[in-house]
Protein backbone atom coordinates (compact mmCIF):
# COMPACT_ATOMS: atom_id res chain seq x y z
CA UNK A 1 0.00 0.00 0.00
CA UNK A 2 1.22 3.60 -0.70
CA UNK A 3 1.01 6.37 1.66
CA UNK A 4 1.16 8.72 -1.12
CA UNK A 5 -1.29 11.26 -0.42
CA UNK A 6 0.18 13.46 -3.95
CA UNK A 7 -2.02 14.52 -6.64
CA UNK A 8 -1.33 12.58 -9.63
CA UNK A 9 -2.06 13.80 -13.15
CA UNK A 10 -0.43 11.08 -15.82
CA UNK A 11 -2.56 8.32 -15.02
CA UNK A 12 -6.05 8.85 -16.56
CA UNK A 13 -9.36 9.12 -15.12
CA UNK A 14 -11.34 6.27 -16.60
CA UNK A 15 -14.33 6.71 -14.72
CA UNK A 16 -15.58 9.39 -16.34
CA UNK A 17 -14.73 8.05 -19.49
CA UNK A 18 -16.54 8.84 -23.00
CA UNK A 19 -20.35 10.34 -21.49
CA UNK A 20 -22.69 10.47 -24.43
CA UNK A 21 -25.06 12.44 -22.37
CA UNK A 22 -22.59 15.58 -22.80
CA UNK A 23 -24.04 17.46 -25.71
CA UNK A 24 -21.56 17.70 -28.87
CA UNK A 25 -19.43 20.73 -28.16
CA UNK A 26 -20.45 23.86 -30.37
CA UNK A 27 -18.42 25.46 -32.66
CA UNK A 28 -16.33 27.63 -32.09
CA UNK A 29 -18.07 31.11 -30.31
CA UNK A 30 -16.79 34.34 -28.89
CA UNK A 31 -17.96 31.73 -25.56
CA UNK A 32 -16.29 29.38 -25.88
CA UNK A 33 -14.24 29.75 -22.54
CA UNK A 34 -17.52 29.49 -20.93
CA UNK A 35 -18.73 26.89 -22.83
CA UNK A 36 -15.77 24.98 -22.21
CA UNK A 37 -16.32 24.94 -17.99
CA UNK A 38 -19.46 24.23 -18.49
CA UNK A 39 -19.77 21.52 -20.78
CA UNK A 40 -16.71 19.82 -19.70
CA UNK A 41 -16.35 18.30 -16.01
CA UNK A 42 -13.87 19.02 -13.47
CA UNK A 43 -10.85 16.86 -12.84
CA UNK A 44 -11.80 14.56 -9.49
CA UNK A 45 -9.03 15.92 -7.58
CA UNK A 46 -9.50 19.85 -7.86
CA UNK A 47 -11.12 20.01 -4.52
CA UNK A 48 -8.15 18.60 -2.66
CA UNK A 49 -5.46 21.64 -4.73
CA UNK A 50 -8.14 24.03 -3.66
CA UNK A 51 -7.87 23.13 -0.38
CA UNK A 52 -3.85 23.14 -0.67
CA UNK A 53 -3.50 26.17 -2.60
CA UNK A 54 -5.75 28.48 -0.32
CA UNK A 55 -3.63 27.33 2.65
CA UNK A 56 -0.56 28.36 1.29
CA UNK A 57 -1.79 31.42 -0.48
CA UNK A 58 -3.50 32.91 3.48
CA UNK A 59 0.11 31.74 4.85
CA UNK A 60 1.78 34.23 2.46
CA UNK A 61 -0.97 36.64 2.59
CA UNK A 62 -0.23 36.99 6.73
CA UNK A 63 3.18 37.67 6.09
CA UNK A 64 2.69 40.25 3.03
CA UNK A 65 4.96 37.81 0.90
CA UNK A 66 3.99 38.47 -2.96
CA UNK A 67 2.64 35.36 -4.83
CA UNK A 68 3.84 34.26 -8.10
CA UNK A 69 2.16 31.38 -10.25
CA UNK A 70 4.52 29.65 -12.59
CA UNK A 71 3.22 27.48 -15.18
CA UNK A 72 5.46 25.43 -16.95
CA UNK A 73 5.52 22.13 -18.86
CA UNK A 74 3.95 21.06 -22.16
CA UNK A 75 -0.06 19.86 -22.23
CA UNK A 76 -1.04 16.35 -23.43
CA UNK A 77 -4.66 16.00 -25.52
CA UNK A 78 -5.48 12.16 -24.87
CA UNK A 79 -7.24 10.53 -28.33
CA UNK A 80 -8.27 8.07 -25.74
CA UNK A 81 -10.05 7.87 -22.60
CA UNK A 82 -7.48 4.85 -21.41
CA UNK A 83 -5.24 6.65 -22.97
CA UNK A 84 -2.35 4.88 -25.42
CA UNK A 85 -1.82 7.96 -27.66
CA UNK A 86 -2.36 11.82 -27.14
CA UNK A 87 -0.25 14.58 -29.16
CA UNK A 88 1.90 16.81 -26.71
CA UNK A 89 3.36 19.95 -26.89
CA UNK A 90 6.76 21.00 -26.79
CA UNK A 91 8.40 21.88 -23.48
CA UNK A 92 10.78 20.17 -21.11
CA UNK A 93 10.03 22.66 -18.46
CA UNK A 94 13.37 24.40 -18.16
CA UNK A 95 11.91 27.91 -18.52
CA UNK A 96 9.36 27.36 -15.90
CA UNK A 97 11.69 25.63 -12.74
CA UNK A 98 14.59 27.77 -13.45
CA UNK A 99 12.40 30.76 -13.16
CA UNK A 100 10.95 29.64 -10.28
CA UNK A 101 13.90 29.54 -8.29
CA UNK A 102 14.75 32.54 -9.27
CA UNK A 103 11.39 34.47 -8.17
CA UNK A 104 12.22 32.39 -4.87
CA UNK A 105 15.67 33.72 -4.55
CA UNK A 106 13.76 37.14 -4.71
CA UNK A 107 11.53 36.76 -1.99
CA UNK A 108 8.36 35.58 -3.74
CA UNK A 109 6.28 32.31 -2.58
CA UNK A 110 5.58 30.15 -5.72
CA UNK A 111 2.42 28.09 -6.85
CA UNK A 112 4.46 25.80 -9.41
CA UNK A 113 1.37 24.47 -11.89
CA UNK A 114 3.46 22.17 -14.01
CA UNK A 115 3.11 18.73 -16.44
CA UNK A 116 3.85 15.73 -13.81
CA UNK A 117 7.28 14.38 -14.67
CA UNK A 118 9.07 17.22 -16.03
CA UNK A 119 12.10 19.54 -14.37
CA UNK A 120 11.06 20.88 -10.81
CA UNK A 121 12.88 23.56 -9.02
CA UNK A 122 16.21 23.00 -7.55
CA UNK A 123 15.60 19.34 -8.45
CA UNK A 124 16.06 19.71 -12.20
CA UNK A 125 19.78 19.98 -11.85
CA UNK A 126 20.08 16.46 -11.37
CA UNK A 127 17.15 14.80 -12.46
CA UNK A 128 16.74 15.00 -16.40
CA UNK A 129 20.60 15.56 -17.08
CA UNK A 130 22.47 12.46 -19.68
CA UNK A 131 24.03 11.67 -15.92
CA UNK A 132 22.21 9.08 -14.26
CA UNK A 133 21.59 10.57 -10.59
CA UNK A 134 23.86 7.76 -9.54
CA UNK A 135 27.25 9.40 -11.74
CA UNK A 136 26.88 11.91 -8.74
CA UNK A 137 27.35 8.94 -6.13
CA UNK A 138 30.69 7.49 -4.47
CA UNK A 139 31.10 4.63 -2.61
CA UNK A 140 33.41 5.49 0.60
CA UNK A 141 36.45 3.52 1.99
CA UNK A 142 33.72 2.36 4.82
CA UNK A 143 31.04 0.95 2.45
CA UNK A 144 28.99 4.58 2.97
CA UNK A 145 27.47 6.60 0.13
CA UNK A 146 28.45 10.33 -0.37
CA UNK A 147 28.35 12.56 -3.01
CA UNK A 148 31.16 12.79 -5.66
CA UNK A 149 34.17 15.50 -4.78
CA UNK A 150 33.65 17.05 -7.89
CA UNK A 151 30.10 17.76 -7.32
CA UNK A 152 29.99 18.93 -3.66
CA UNK A 153 30.73 22.43 -4.04
CA UNK A 154 27.84 22.91 -6.87
CA UNK A 155 25.45 20.69 -4.94
CA UNK A 156 25.22 22.46 -1.18
CA UNK A 157 24.25 25.34 -2.97
CA UNK A 158 21.55 23.90 -4.32
CA UNK A 159 20.65 21.70 -1.10
CA UNK A 160 20.25 24.85 1.13
CA UNK A 161 17.86 26.95 -1.35
CA UNK A 162 16.29 23.57 -1.85
CA UNK A 163 15.70 23.46 1.92
CA UNK A 164 15.49 26.99 2.37
CA UNK A 165 12.38 26.70 0.19
CA UNK A 166 11.14 23.35 1.87
CA UNK A 167 11.65 24.45 5.40
CA UNK A 168 9.86 27.84 4.91
CA UNK A 169 6.83 26.25 2.71
CA UNK A 170 7.51 29.08 -0.40
CA UNK A 171 7.23 26.40 -2.75
CA UNK A 172 3.65 24.44 -3.77
CA UNK A 173 4.20 22.13 -6.35
CA UNK A 174 0.50 21.30 -8.54
CA UNK A 175 0.41 18.51 -11.36
CA UNK A 176 -1.17 18.59 -14.60
CA UNK A 177 -0.59 16.09 -17.70
CA UNK A 178 -3.79 17.29 -19.89
CA UNK A 179 -4.59 20.35 -21.40
CA UNK A 180 -8.21 19.89 -20.08
CA UNK A 181 -6.62 19.57 -15.81
CA UNK A 182 -4.46 22.75 -16.84
CA UNK A 183 -7.04 24.65 -17.91
CA UNK A 184 -9.95 23.98 -14.92
CA UNK A 185 -6.30 23.88 -12.33
CA UNK A 186 -5.60 27.51 -13.84
CA UNK A 187 -9.22 28.67 -13.54
CA UNK A 188 -9.28 27.00 -9.80
CA UNK A 189 -5.15 28.77 -8.72
CA UNK A 190 -6.41 32.45 -10.42
CA UNK A 191 -9.66 32.50 -8.68
CA UNK A 192 -7.74 31.81 -4.99
CA UNK A 193 -4.68 33.80 -6.39
CA UNK A 194 -7.40 37.36 -6.92
CA UNK A 195 -7.70 37.45 -3.24
CA UNK A 196 -4.65 38.91 -3.12
CA UNK A 197 -5.28 41.32 -5.91
CA UNK A 198 -1.78 42.83 -6.96
CA UNK A 199 0.60 40.94 -5.02
CA UNK A 200 -0.22 38.04 -7.08
CA UNK A 201 1.85 37.29 -10.70
CA UNK A 202 1.18 35.09 -13.07
CA UNK A 203 3.83 34.16 -15.44
CA UNK A 204 2.79 31.74 -17.92
CA UNK A 205 5.49 29.81 -19.37
CA UNK A 206 3.85 26.37 -20.11
CA UNK A 207 3.30 25.51 -23.54
CA UNK A 208 -0.71 24.85 -24.00
CA UNK A 209 -1.94 23.04 -26.65
CA UNK A 210 -3.93 25.12 -29.05
CA UNK A 211 -6.38 22.32 -30.04
CA UNK A 212 -8.27 19.84 -28.08
CA UNK A 213 -10.71 16.80 -28.64
CA UNK A 214 -13.64 17.96 -26.78
CA UNK A 215 -14.76 14.81 -24.10
CA UNK A 216 -17.73 13.58 -25.89
CA UNK A 217 -15.45 12.62 -28.82
CA UNK A 218 -13.00 10.85 -27.12
CA UNK A 219 -13.48 7.32 -27.07
CA UNK A 220 -13.07 4.99 -24.21
CA UNK A 221 -10.67 2.39 -25.28
CA UNK A 222 -7.65 2.33 -27.77
CA UNK A 223 -8.47 3.32 -31.43
CA UNK A 224 -8.70 0.47 -33.70
CA UNK A 225 -6.55 0.77 -36.79
CA UNK A 226 -8.89 -1.72 -38.32
CA UNK A 227 -12.08 0.04 -37.86
CA UNK A 228 -10.52 3.05 -39.91
CA UNK A 229 -9.17 1.92 -43.15
CA UNK A 230 -5.75 2.00 -41.13
CA UNK A 231 -6.24 5.66 -40.94
CA UNK A 232 -6.21 8.18 -38.32
CA UNK A 233 -8.07 11.16 -38.53
CA UNK A 234 -8.17 13.38 -36.05
CA UNK A 235 -10.63 16.24 -35.93
CA UNK A 236 -9.94 19.29 -33.14
CA UNK A 237 -11.88 22.00 -31.75
CA UNK A 238 -10.06 24.88 -31.03
CA UNK A 239 -8.79 25.47 -27.20
CA UNK A 240 -10.86 28.75 -25.60
CA UNK A 241 -8.53 31.99 -24.82
CA UNK A 242 -8.19 31.33 -21.52
CA UNK A 243 -6.20 34.16 -21.25
CA UNK A 244 -8.85 36.67 -21.92
CA UNK A 245 -10.82 35.24 -19.00
CA UNK A 246 -7.85 35.45 -16.42
CA UNK A 247 -7.20 39.03 -17.35
CA UNK A 248 -10.62 40.02 -17.77
CA UNK A 249 -12.83 38.12 -14.40
CA UNK A 250 -10.51 35.61 -12.77
CA UNK A 251 -7.91 37.56 -11.59
CA UNK A 252 -8.22 41.50 -13.40
CA UNK A 253 -6.00 43.18 -10.87
CA UNK A 254 -2.94 41.01 -11.00
CA UNK A 255 -0.09 41.51 -13.22
CA UNK A 256 -0.31 38.43 -16.54
CA UNK A 257 2.78 37.62 -17.68
CA UNK A 258 2.42 35.29 -21.08
CA UNK A 259 5.00 33.48 -23.21
CA UNK A 260 4.69 33.63 -27.14
CA UNK A 261 6.70 30.54 -28.87
CA UNK A 262 7.58 31.05 -32.51
CA UNK A 263 9.87 29.11 -34.65
CA UNK A 264 10.12 31.49 -37.64
CA UNK A 265 11.99 35.00 -36.18
CA UNK A 266 9.99 36.77 -38.70
CA UNK A 267 6.84 36.56 -36.97
CA UNK A 268 7.76 36.67 -33.32
CA UNK A 269 6.90 40.24 -32.36
CA UNK A 270 3.83 40.25 -34.33
CA UNK A 271 2.59 37.99 -32.67
CA UNK A 272 3.31 38.97 -29.21
CA UNK A 273 1.73 42.17 -30.17
CA UNK A 274 -1.08 40.31 -31.28
CA UNK A 275 -1.51 38.13 -28.10
CA UNK A 276 -1.09 41.62 -26.17
CA UNK A 277 -4.02 43.49 -28.63
CA UNK A 278 -6.49 40.25 -27.89
CA UNK A 279 -5.67 39.39 -24.12
CA UNK A 280 -4.87 43.72 -22.91
CA UNK A 281 -2.45 42.21 -20.49
CA UNK A 282 1.12 43.57 -19.30
CA UNK A 283 3.49 41.44 -20.53
CA UNK A 284 4.31 39.00 -23.55
CA UNK A 285 7.83 37.38 -23.51
CA UNK A 286 8.58 36.06 -27.20
CA UNK A 287 11.20 33.80 -27.75
CA UNK A 288 12.10 31.14 -30.34
CA UNK A 289 12.29 27.74 -30.16
CA UNK A 290 16.05 27.59 -31.36
CA UNK A 291 17.51 30.24 -29.07
CA UNK A 292 14.77 30.56 -26.21
CA UNK A 293 17.94 29.48 -23.78
CA UNK A 294 20.09 32.80 -24.90
CA UNK A 295 17.61 35.45 -25.98
CA UNK A 296 14.24 36.62 -25.11
CA UNK A 297 12.21 39.72 -26.27
CA UNK A 298 9.82 41.61 -23.53
CA UNK A 299 7.05 42.85 -25.95
CA UNK A 300 4.51 45.64 -24.41
CA UNK A 301 2.03 47.90 -25.81
CA UNK A 302 4.80 50.51 -26.41
CA UNK A 303 8.11 48.71 -26.48
CA UNK A 304 10.09 45.63 -27.15
CA UNK A 305 13.44 44.83 -25.89
CA UNK A 306 15.47 41.88 -26.24
CA UNK A 307 17.27 40.51 -23.30
CA UNK A 308 20.69 38.14 -24.42
CA UNK A 309 22.77 36.54 -22.13
CA UNK A 310 26.99 37.51 -23.87
CA UNK A 311 28.67 34.76 -25.03
CA UNK A 312 30.90 34.79 -21.94
CA UNK A 313 27.23 34.06 -20.39
CA UNK A 314 26.92 31.63 -22.06
CA UNK A 315 30.02 29.91 -21.61
CA UNK A 316 29.71 30.14 -18.14
CA UNK A 317 26.85 28.72 -17.96
CA UNK A 318 24.57 31.69 -16.75
CA UNK A 319 20.70 30.94 -16.96
CA UNK A 320 19.02 33.37 -19.14
CA UNK A 321 16.11 33.42 -16.31
CA UNK A 322 18.59 35.60 -13.88
CA UNK A 323 18.46 38.13 -16.43
CA UNK A 324 14.67 37.79 -17.44
CA UNK A 325 13.02 37.44 -13.43
CA UNK A 326 14.79 40.56 -12.25
CA UNK A 327 13.19 42.76 -14.77
CA UNK A 328 10.04 40.91 -14.54
CA UNK A 329 9.95 41.69 -10.36
CA UNK A 330 10.63 45.45 -11.53
CA UNK A 331 7.77 45.57 -13.42
CA UNK A 332 5.40 44.15 -11.11
CA UNK A 333 6.34 46.52 -8.18
CA UNK A 334 5.63 49.37 -10.78
CA UNK A 335 2.40 47.37 -11.71
CA UNK A 336 1.48 47.21 -7.80
CA UNK A 337 2.29 51.16 -7.09
CA UNK A 338 -0.13 51.95 -10.27
CA UNK A 339 -2.89 49.76 -8.72
CA UNK A 340 -2.83 51.05 -5.35
CA UNK A 341 -2.71 54.74 -6.75
CA UNK A 342 -5.87 53.74 -8.46
CA UNK A 343 -7.25 52.36 -5.25
CA UNK A 344 -7.18 48.60 -6.20
C1 LIG B 1 7.36 29.27 -23.86
O1 LIG B 1 7.48 29.94 -24.83
C2 LIG B 1 8.53 28.70 -23.06
O2 LIG B 1 9.54 29.67 -22.95
C3 LIG B 1 9.10 27.39 -23.69
C4 LIG B 1 10.17 26.89 -22.71
C5 LIG B 1 7.99 26.36 -23.84
C6 LIG B 1 9.74 27.66 -25.04
P1 LIG B 1 11.46 24.75 -22.04
O3 LIG B 1 10.40 24.35 -21.05
O4 LIG B 1 10.73 25.69 -23.14
O5 LIG B 1 12.53 25.58 -21.38
O6 LIG B 1 11.96 23.57 -22.80
N1 LIG B 1 6.10 28.95 -23.38
C7 LIG B 1 4.87 29.36 -24.00
C8 LIG B 1 4.51 28.47 -25.11
C9 LIG B 1 3.10 28.64 -25.57
O7 LIG B 1 2.45 27.68 -25.81
N2 LIG B 1 2.60 29.87 -25.70
C10 LIG B 1 1.31 30.11 -26.30
C11 LIG B 1 1.56 30.65 -27.68
O8 LIG B 1 2.75 30.84 -28.04
C12 LIG B 1 0.54 31.10 -25.48
S1 LIG B 1 0.09 30.45 -23.93
O9 LIG B 1 0.61 30.88 -28.42
Redesign the pocket.
Known amino acids: MSGDKRVHTSVPDTETAIDRNLPEFPAAKPIDEDNYFRLHKPPPYLSQISRDVADFINYHHLQKRKIVLVT???TTVPLENNTVRFID????????ATSAEYFLENGYAVVFLHREFSLLPYSRHYSHTTNCFLDYMTESEDGKVEVNAEFQKEMIVVLRKYRHAQNNNLLLLVPFTTVHQYLFTLKLIAQELSVIGSDALFY?????S?FFLPSSRVPEHKIQSQESGGKLVVDLEPVPKF?SRLVDSWAPISMIV?????TDSSILIK?AKG?LERYNHQLVIG?L?QS?KYEVVFVTKDSERWVRLSKDQVDAGIDIESLIIPEVIKLHKSSIEEKKKMGL
Open positions: SGGNFSAGTRGLAAAVDLSFKLEKANLR
